[in-house]
């Protein structure tokens, strides 16, 4: 059975770091397409940053580019996220995906997901 789980979320002060973590298991991450998005409260959930398999083609929002940094290690089967410069603004429900095709950055071009992990940025 194909799953994705995350951790590594939590609390954090404005200006601080966290990185997440997504285990894959059931499938080998090597030939996937992978991306992070997140969901506010209120809000649409949005595409943070995407990778295709070869980690050649990476997207990143403008909102968090410059500041966050996807990554994968193929040997753990696991992707991360890297979240330097924190803002209140970045706090909200983060996924991970992956998608044998991917595409866009957009949540319709990925079929498997975790079921997300709370990132809060607050004094």
């Known amino acids: 059975q194909l799953q994705l789980v995350e951790s590594g979320a939590g609390l954090v002060q404005p200006g601080g770091s966290l990185r997440l973590s997504c285990a894959a298991s059931?499938?080998?991450?090597?030939?996937?397409?992978i991306g992070w998005f997140r969901q506010a409260p209120g809000k649409e959930r949005e595409g943070v940053s995407c990778?295709?398999?070869?980690?050649?083609?990476?997207y990143y929002a403008d909102s968090v580019n410059g500041r966050f940094t996807i990554s994968r290690d193929n040997a753990k089967n696991t992707v991360y996220l890297q979240m330097n410069k924190l803002k209140p603004e970045d706090t909200a429900v983060y996924y991970c995906?992956?998608?044998?095709?991917?595409?866009?950055?957009?949540?319709?071009?990925?079929?498997?997901w975790g079921q997300g992990t709370l990132v809060t940025v607050s004094s």
């Open positions: 059931g499938f080998t991450l090597d030939y996937y397409s």
């Open positions: 995906a992956a998608d044998r095709w991917g595409g866009p950055c957009l949540e319709r071009y990925f079929k498997n």
């Open positions: 990778s295709d398999s070869s980690g050649i083609s990476i």
